[in-house]
C-alpha cells in the first residue's frame, strides 16, 4: 500500500463512537472478531488474503495536522479529543490466519485485542481491505480451479472498479492461482509477472494483418501471442500467424512462448479447428489462449466440450467477481478484560436469524485434519487458552444447529493452530510471504480439500464447530439473556 496514511478511511461513526468512549473512559480492553457468514458464489470455502495491507494500515495509523483539520472542521468533534488524536497510535495485539489460507464462515479471521477506542477505529479499514482481497482470490481459485492446471492470466485492470481495486485485487488473484497479471503497477509493487499481447488496434493501425503479426514477432519473438480474431480467425487470422511462424522457423529463430489468442465468437469450436490447421503446419505445441467474459462456469464448460485453449486471460468477471460483487465479512464485538481479574468476559449478539447470533469469548481456531488422508476433517473454534491433545477423543458441536454433535476419535487427526499473531502491542511481529510463495501456500492449502468441497455445485460443506467449552459458554450466555429479557417482561 506504499505506506500510505489510510487513518480517515473509516466510517465517521467509529470517531463519534470513539469521541463517546473518550468522554466516559472505561479504560476496557476488547476483544473484536472480523468474520464471514457465506462463502462467495456458493462456493464450499474461501480464501483469506490481505493481510499484509492491513498490517501496513495499522503501522501508520496517525492522525495528521490535516486530518486533525479536517475534523475540527465538522463542528462534532471537541477540542480535548482532538488533542487526543494528535498523539493517537495502535498499542493493541492483532492475530490473524495467514494469507493464501483455505477459510470458512464463522471463523475469526482477524482477532483485535486493544482498548476500545482503537479497536472500534480500526474495523472499518480492516473489513474494506480483508473483505475485497479475500474475495477476488477466493474467485480467483475458483476460475483456476476449473482450467484444471492451464495458466490463468488476470487482466482486468480497465474493468476494476477504481485503481486501488484494480492494484489489489490483481495481488489477490495472483494469490489465488493467477499465474500474472497484465497491471504493471501490480508487478512492480508485488514483484508478480506481468503477463500480455496486443490489442485489436495493433493489427487494424497496419495496411494488412500479416504485416501488422510479422512486425509483432519480430519485437517479440520469445513472446509471441498472436490475435488472431481482428478479422476472420480461421480465413485469415490463424493463417497469416501460422504464416508468421513458418517465416521465423526458417529463419532459424526458435519458438518459444508463441502461439495465438482469440477473444470472441465460439471459443470451443475456433480452438478446435485452429489447433488442426496448427497442427498440420507442425505448430502442435503453441499456445492457444482464450479471452472473452470469461468465468469458472464458461472454462468449465469449454473444458467439457474439449476445446482446445490452454492459457486463459481473464478480466471482467474476476477482477469484479461479477456473480458476487460482495463478501460479506463482519465485525463483532466478542469480549470484554474485567480489570479485576484480568479475564475475558464473553459478550454475545443475539438475533432471530440463528446464523447472526455471534460466537462469544477470546478464542482461536484449530483446523483438524485426517492423519490418514492429509484432508481437512472440520475447523473448531474455541476459547483461547484451549489446547487439543490429538491423541484425545473429542466431541464438537455446529454453532448454529447445535443440537449436531460429532465425535472424533484420538490418535485419528492431526490439528494446526490458524490464528497467528501479527501485531503484538502495536508493533508488527509477522513477516508477511511474498506473492509468489503465498500463491505457492494457496495450492497447498487448497489440495487440503476434498473435490467435493471445491466443486461448483452443491459442494460439499466443511463444517466449522465449537470446542465443548465454548458451546457450554454460549448456551449459558443465550439463557442469561433469554431470563433478563423474562424479568424484564415481568417488571
Not at 85 to 105: C, K, N, Q, S, W
Not at 325 to 334: I, S
Not at 398 to 415: C, S
Not at 420 to 435: A, C, D, H, L, N
Request: one cysteine or more.
Amino acid at each position: 500500500m506504499r505506506a500510505n496514511n489510510l487513518t480517515l478511511l473509516t466510517d465517521l461513526y467509529e470517531l463519534t463512537m470513539m469521541q463517546g468512549y473518550f468522554k466516559n473512559p472505561t479504560d476496557q480492553t476488547v476483544v473484536f472478531d472480523m468474520f464471514y457468514r457465506d462463502n462467495p458464489c456458493g462456493g464450499g470455502f474461501a480464501i483469506c488474503a490481505g493481510l499484509e495491507q492491513v498490517i501496513e494500515y495499522i503501522e501508520n495509523l496517525r492522525f495528521t495536522d490535516e486530518d486533525i483539520e479536517y475534523l475540527r472542521s465538522l463542528s462534532i468533534f471537541e477540542e480535548d479529543f482532538l488533542e487526543y488524536l494528535r498523539a493517537f497510535h495502535f498499542t493493541g495485539d492483532i492475530y490473524a490466519i495467514p494469507e493464501g489460507t483455505v477459510i470458512f464462515p464463522r471463523e475469526p479471521m482477524v482477532k483485535v485485542v486493544a482498548p476500545i477506542m482503537e479497536a472500534q477505529l480500526v474495523e472499518t479499514a480492516i473489513l474494506n481491505i480483508m473483505n475485497h482481497q479475500s474475495l477476488i482470490a477466493t474467485k480467483a481459485a475458483r476460475v483456476c480451479y476449473a482450467a484444471k492446471g492451464d495458466g490463468i492470466m488476470e487482466f482486468g485492470l480497465r474493468r476494476a472498479q477504481g485503481p486501488d481495486a484494480g492494484i489489489f485485487g490483481a495481488r489477490a488473484a495472483v494469490i489465488g492461482g493467477c499465474i500474472g497479471t497484465s497491471c504493471v503497477l501490480t508487478g512492480q509493487m508485488f514483484d508478480v509477472p506481468v503477463l500480455g499481447t496486443h490489442a485489436h488496434s495493433w493489427i487494424m493501425s497496419f495496411p494488412d494483418e500479416y504485416t501488422a503479426f510479422k512486425t509483432y514477432a519480430r519485437m517479440y519473438p520469445d513472446a509471441c501471442i498472436l490475435l488472431v480474431d481482428t478479422y476472420d480467425v480461421l480465413k485469415s487470422g490463424v493463417p497469416n500467424a501460422i504464416r508468421v511462424f513458418e517465416e521465423m522457423r526458417e529463419e532459424g529463430i526458435q519458438l518459444k512462448k508463441y502461439g495465438i489468442r482469440i477473444d470472441s465468437g465460439d471459443l470451443a469450436y475456433l480452438s478446435k479447428e485452429a489447433y488442426k490447421m496448427l497442427s498440420a503446419a507442425g505448430f502442435d505445441d503453441a499456445t492457444i489462449s482464450a479471452s472473452s467474459d470469461l468465468d469458472e462456469y464458461l472454462i468449465e464448460s469449454l473444458k467439457a466440450q474439449d476445446a482446445r485453449i490452454n492459457s486463459w486471460g481473464v478480466g471482467t468477471r474476476l477482477i469484479t467477481s461479477n456473480d458476487n460483487p460482495a463478501f460479506g465479512g463482519v465485525y463483532k464485538l466478542a469480549a470484554v478484560k474485567d480489570p479485576t481479574t484480568g479475564e475475558f468476559v464473553p459478550k454475545i449478539k443475539l438475533s432471530e436469524n440463528t446464523a447472526k447470533v455471534t460466537n462469544p469469548g477470546n478464542k482461536t481456531v484449530y483446523r483438524i485434519y485426517s492423519k490418514s488422508t492429509g484432508k481437512i476433517k472440520a475447523d473448531l473454534i474455541c476459547l483461547a487458552d484451549e489446547k487439543i491433545n490429538p491423541d484425545e477423543t473429542m466431541v464438537v458441536f455446529d454453532p448454529v444447529d447445535t443440537w449436531k454433535k460429532t465425535k472424533i476419535l484420538g490418535g485419528t487427526y492431526e490439528v494446526r493452530e490458524l490464528l497467528v499473531p501479527v501485531i503484538k502491542e502495536g508493533k508488527r511481529v509477522y513477516t508477511s510471504p511474498s506473492v509468489m510463495e503465498l500463491r505457492a501456500i494457496c495450492q497447498k492449502e487448497q489440495s487440503t480439500l476434498w473435490d467435493e468441497s471445491r466443486r461448483f455445485s452443491n459442494p460439499q460443506k466443511v463444517y466449522v464447530d465449537l470446542s465443548a467449552k465454548l458451546f457450554e459458554v454460549k448456551r449459558e450466555l443465550i439463557e442469561e439473556m433469554s431470563r433478563k429479557d423474562l424479568e424484564f417482561e415481568e417488571e
